[in-house]
């Protein structure tokens, strides 16, 4: 019987208007991002599970518990040894990713300078930090200042090279359209490159976050008074494995929040989609 | 010489464009001589590299004549660029996608010289509600369709008041729905505001339905085959295009390439 085939014809409810289609997150979403808590907590408690049945000694593998109950008791020690760690992270992050910055701005301006300069960026990062850093403590001393420094060189090289990609990754008709417009060099500066450019900036901080951490520590590994390095370095020569977990763990602490800080000022800043749009 | 009669808004004599590289030289166009008169409506209709693009960045002083003479308004391209008398409308909508519409459609306010005479400039709001995005201006591009994207782009071409209008195959990309739309509101918008467009399409209808004369380009070199006139009587509504006339001239234009 129904050999023709057959549709029905339904009346809109209100007036149709093109409309670009409108994008709900799923509701998996959110249970995903749980996912991850859940794992870690299984993680825990398969370590717990597993140190109190073998019972590791305390020095080898200290079981969560402990260290949790460290980090209660030796609160004051790892705050005192916390402050002058983020202190340097945080300044060393603020002038490594400034002078990255600004030597990409020079760069992008002057090719000349550029292919001078650049070559030497390369081969200075190609230097290990761990050997870079011995050197800039007899340079700058065993004070705070060589581990900002350590720190901000750290970060200097990722911001340098991803600065330089986004401020000449500009869709080239943009440029056509600019000169169109007659804009000056300086509106095509502000009004183009600078916000391409916002994007590859913020993957490089968001590197820069957390390696600036890294940095400090690996400075206070060379010699400090103070600070998670010099703790860890502390607690691994006393054999007091529940303080070095427990400094560990500050120190990711400490990244973990840097890097969402950044992700959440990339979130406000770079509103738009990547790519998507020429 | 092609001629249309009154002083040319924008006027070509024996232009010749060569692109020159390692490889040998190109020559996008050859010994093009035109003229447009203020208010008109010209498309520009060939194959695949016969320069139709290349003519349009010659009006828009985006490339230079290696021989041969452009004129626009009167004075050297530069002159009508530097004073924003052109409006440049790409295939792509090439909105800024950190901007709003609304801030898209400013963007020529912002940068370059400023007109001297602003009291005709109109209202970025304005131009939105005129291209039927009123209500959108905090969009951001990526939550506009290819559609809504190029009208934005359209109002953005006309905020600056600019008395030449260059689209460089402006629908190319969209579905031919849309495009039927964008056809009918450009053609209202050509008559409100009385500009003078140069338009690149690929498409014979698209062609005839816009415009009042369709230049011809053949390829290789790039030249001028044939200045085609459209005679039906504006407004046009999209069922002209099944008229007599209109599929005599199409199928004129259709017989023309085959030869281009």
Known sequence: MADKPTAVIAEPAAPLRERAPIVSKPPRARSQALLPFVAAAVLVAAWQILAQVFSLPIYIAPTPMQVARTLVSELPTLMRNFVPTALESLVGFVVGNTIAIVVAVVFVHSRRLEAALYPIAVFVNTIPILAKAPILVLIFGLGMTSKVVIAAFICFFPTLANMVRGLTSVNPQSLELMRVLSASKAEVFWKLRVPSSLPFLFSALKIASTTSVLGAIVGEWIGADLGLGALIIEATHNFRSPLLYATVFVSSAWAVVFFAVVSFAERRIVTWKQGEVS | ?260
Request: net charge neutral.
């Open chain 2, 1 to 260: 010489m092609n001629s249309l009669g009154a002083a040319p808004a924008v006027r070509l004599d024996g232009a010749t464009v060569r692109f020159t590289s390692e490889r040998g030289s190109v020559t996008a166009l050859e010994n093009v001589g035109l003229q447009v008169p203020p208010g008109g409506f010209i498309s520009l209709l060939g194959p695949s590299g016969c320069g139709k693009s290349t003519l349009l960045r010659l009006v828009a002083d985006l490339v230079a004549p290696t021989q041969g003479a452009v004129t626009v308004l009167g004075g050297p391209p530069e002159t009508a660029r530097l004073n924003r008398e052109l409006g440049f409308v790409f295939q792509d909508a090439t909105l800024l996608p950190w901007r709003s519409a609304l801030e898209n459609v400013r963007l020529p306010l912002e940068v370059g010289p400023k007109k001297r005479d602003r009291s005709g400039l109109r209202k970025p709001e304005e131009l939105l509600r005129l291209v039927g995005l009123g209500g959108r201006e905090d969009a951001l591009p990526h939550e506009l369709s290819g559609g809504m994207r190029q009208r934005v782009a359209i109002a953005r071409a006309l905020v600056a008041e600019p008395r030449i209008l260059l689209m460089d195959e402006p629908f190319g990309a969209l579905d031919e729905i849309t495009r039927d739309t964008l056809n009918e509101e450009l053609l209202r918008i050509w008559q409100e505001t009385g500009t003078t467009i140069l338009f690149v399409t690929h498409s014979i209808p698209e062609a005839v339905f816009l415009s009042q004369y369709v230049l011809v380009l053949a390829t290789n070199p790039g030249r001028v085959r044939e200045l085609v006139e459209c005679e039906l009587p504006y407004p046009r509504p999209l069922s002209v295009r099944e008229t007599p006339e209109f599929i005599r001239i199409a199928s004129h234009l259709r017989a023309l390439l085959q030869t281009c």
